[in-house]
């Protein structure tokens, strides 16, 4: 059955890759991403291959842009059923350095989008009995130096997650997924020895690719998940698994 799905941040990387796994299984789909020009090119790219979606613009910080997507997809009939929250942001400092202008914009962006989308389309979560996948990171369960924002952003996922799953709940499944260390954007710049060390943290000795967190997203999203909620489920090659690193 053809769902509508909406993806944030979806321009690259994950969002990406999952903005095309629900395309080829004959969804609908929504791109966003803050970078309207990045969602266009996807929905693109998803048209000119015969699958179904369109591109917009959208802040997940901002009340007002969340207003007027649900506008714009309702006017034209496509209620969401999915929705699949991914934008982040991360400003990389100890506590003592991080303004506060970056500690909340990091919060802002990616754990309060997560709330924005349920306060917005709940309603039509609730009567397609539709399903929320949030993207989170190992980072709500490893410290690494410099992340304060960005680890309490992604913990609070898993915990909103889980009490998400309850308050809507039966009719709507809000799972989590936590990728490791994924072969996106965010690795430029990043030397050899940085990428081979973080390569050696997973027992798979190598990055994820976006499409293999899409693949989960898209199984929890799915009839194959249909007893699955409030859960948040490692992608990690197993970085979670060991000591080892």
């Keep these: 059955m053809k769902r509508v799905v909406c993806i944030t941040g979806a321009g690259h990387g994950i969002g990406a890759a999952t903005a095309n796994a629900f395309a080829e299984q004959g969804d609908d789909v929504v791109v966003t991403d803050i970078d309207g020009a990045a969602a266009e090119r996807v929905a693109r790219e998803i048209t000119e291959r015969g699958g179904s979606a369109t591109g917009h613009r959208l802040d997940v910080a901002s009340d007002e842009e969340w207003a007027a997507l649900s506008a714009a997809l309702r006017a ?42 349920m306060h917005t389309f709940h309603d039509t979560l609730t009567a397609a009995r539709g399903s929320m996948v949030n993207v989170s990171s190992v980072h709500a369960l490893l410290a690494w130096p410099g992340h304060p924002a960005y680890a309490a952003a992604k913990g ?43 390569e050696m943290q997973a027992s798979l000795r190598r990055f994820a690719e976006p499409a293999e967190i899409a693949s989960v997203i898209v199984f929890l999203a799915g009839e194959g998940a249909s007893y699955v909620t409030g859960v948040s489920v490692p992608v990690d090659g197993g970085q979670t698994s060991s000591l080892y690193s």
């Design 76 to 117: 034209g009939g496509r209620a969401p059923a999915v929705i699949v929250n991914n934008a982040f942001r991360n400003v990389v400092a100890p506590a003592h350095e991080l303004d506060s202008a970056g500690w909340h914009s990091t919060l802002d962006v990616s754990l309060g989008s997560i709330y924005r989308s």
């Design 156 to 198: 609070g996922i898993v915990a909103l997650t889980r009490q998400l799953s309850l308050d809507y709940a039966p009719e709507v499944r809000v799972n989590a997924v936590l990728p490791g260390s994924v072969n996106t954007r965010v690795w430029d710049g990043m030397d050899d020895d940085g990428v081979a060390a973080a």
